[in-house]
T-cell receptor
Framework: AQSVSQHNHHVILSEAASLELGCNYS??????LFWYVQYPGQHLQLLLK??????LVKGIKGFEAEFIKSKFSFNLRKPSVQWSDTAEYFC????????????FGKGTKLSVKP | GAGVSQSPSNKVTEKGKDVELRCDPI?????LYWYRQSLGQGLEFLIY????????KSGLPSDRFSAERTGGSVSTLTIQRTQQEDSAVYLC?????????????FGSGTRLTVV
C-alpha cells in the first residue's frame, strides 16, 4: 500500500530564511506527486505537481520541489520565505495511471516570524 | 459552479444523532472524493466516486458512514449514530478526470463537532 511520510510536524522560520520540507513516499511503482497548501482559514490549494519530465518542478509563489526517485523523496523548497507563507503543507502521491485517490501525508505546519 | 461547494460549513450535533454533509462539485468533474481531516492526522481518505462506476468505499471507517452521489453530481456523506471521535473537518474534492497529473480542487469543508 502507498504511504507518505512528512517528517517535520512544525517548522518555525524567520522571514528570508530558506525552507525545505521533507516528503518520502512508499510505493514500488511509478507515481504522481503533489504538494498542497492550506493557508489559515482557507481550503487546500494545489502548490505544484510532478507526473513526468524534469524532476525539478516549479510551482506558485516561488516554491519548487525535486523528485529523487532513488530516495523516494519529493522535498519542497523555497529560497526565502515570507510571513505570508505561514500555512500547513501536505505532500500527496498516487500511482501513475491509477484511477484511485491521492494518499496524503500528515502535513507540516510552517510558521514564519516577521 | 466556480468551485467545490460544501454545506453546512459548521455542524454541531449530539452524540447518537445522524448527520448529512453535502458536496456540490465543479460542473463537469467526473471524479469526487471525500476526506476527513483531524488535528495532527492529515487527510484520511473516505470514499471516491468516478462517473457511473461503483464507488471505492475502502476508506470508510465503519458501517455508520455512507455516501451517495446522485446524477453524477451532488454527493451526500451520511454519518449515522455519531460518536465524539467523528468530530473532524470533512473535505470534498473533485477532479476533471483521474489518472496522471490531475490534482484535486477542494471545498472549504464541513467542520463537524459531536458533543
Amino acid at each position: 500500500a502507498q504511504s507518505v511520510s512528512q517528517h517535520n510536524h512544525h517548522v518555525i522560520l524567520s522571514e528570508a530564511a530558506s525552507l525545505e520540507l521533507g516528503c518520502n513516499y512508499s510505493y514500488g511503482g511509478t507515481v504522481n506527486l503533489f504538494w498542497y497548501v492550506q493557508y489559515p482559514g482557507q481550503h487546500l490549494q494545489l502548490l505544484l505537481k510532478y507526473f513526468s519530465g524534469d524532476p525539478l518542478v516549479k510551482g506558485i509563489k516561488g516554491f519548487e520541489a525535486e523528485f529523487i526517485k532513488s530516495k523516494f523523496s519529493f522535498n519542497l523548497r523555497k529560497p526565502s520565505v515570507q510571513w505570508s507563507d505561514t500555512a500547513e503543507y501536505f505532500c500527496a502521491v498516487n500511482a501513475k495511471g491509477s484511477q484511485g485517490n491521492l494518499i496524503f501525508g500528515k502535513g507540516t505546519k510552517l510558521s514564519v516570524k516577521p | 459552479g466556480a468551485g467545490v461547494s460544501q454545506s453546512p460549513s459548521n455542524k454541531v450535533t449530539e452524540k447518537g444523532k445522524d448527520v448529512e454533509l453535502r458536496c456540490d462539485p465543479i460542473s463537469g468533474h467526473t471524479a469526487l472524493y471525500w476526506y476527513r481531516q483531524s488535528l495532527g492526522q492529515g487527510l484520511e481518505f473516505l470514499i471516491y466516486f468516478q462517473g457511473n462506476s461503483a464507488p471505492d468505499k475502502s476508506g470508510l471507517p465503519s458501517d455508520r458512514f455512507s455516501a451517495e452521489r446522485t446524477g453524477g453530481s451532488v454527493s451526500t456523506l451520511t454519518i449515522q449514530r455519531t460518536q465524539q471521535e467523528d468530530s473532524a473537518v470533512y473535505l470534498c474534492a473533485s477532479s476533471a478526470r483521474t489518472g496522471d497529473g490531475y490534482g484535486y480542487t477542494f471545498g472549504s469543508g464541513t467542520r463537524l463537532t459531536v458533543v
